[in-house]
């Protein structure tokens, strides 16, 4: 059973940093393309940024780009999201997903597996 389990959440104020892990179970690990969302309360879920198979293959949400950087290791199965300059905003639970068609994609439903999230608080 394929498995994604993100970690690096927790509360943190404005202005700090913070780096999201997500350890994937899957075999073929470096074959998918892997992405983040967040969802924020009464919000739908949105796209954050996302990796193709090839490390240089990122796309990041417009209205983030600039303070945050997705990068994986294929050798330890795990994408991770760093993400700076943290605004109240940016409370959310993020996701993290992978897409066996290997491609980076902003689109949730191109997505075929899901981890559970990791909450991400923000205060200001």
């Known amino acids: 059973q394929v498995q994604l389990v993100e970690s690096g959440g927790g509360l943190v104020q404005a202005g700090d940093s913070l780096r999201l892990s997500c350890a994937a179970s899957l075999r073929t690990f470096s074959n998918y393309a892997m992405g983040w969302f967040r969802q924020a309360p009464g919000k739908d879920r949105e796209f954050v940024a996302t990796i193709g198979r090839r490390v240089d293959h990122t796309h990041y949400a417009a209205s983030l780009k600039g303070r945050i950087t997705i990068s994986r290791e294929n050798d330890k199965k795990t994408v991770y999201l760093e993400m700076n300059s943290l605004r109240p905003e940016d409370t959310a639970i993020y996701y993290c997903?992978?897409?066996?068609?290997?491609?980076?994609?902003?689109?949730?439903?191109?997505?075929?597996?899901w981890g559970q999230g990791t909450l991400v608080t923000v205060s200001s």
């Open positions: 997903a992978a897409d066996s068609a290997g491609l980076p994609t902003t689109r949730v439903y191109d997505y075929d597996h």
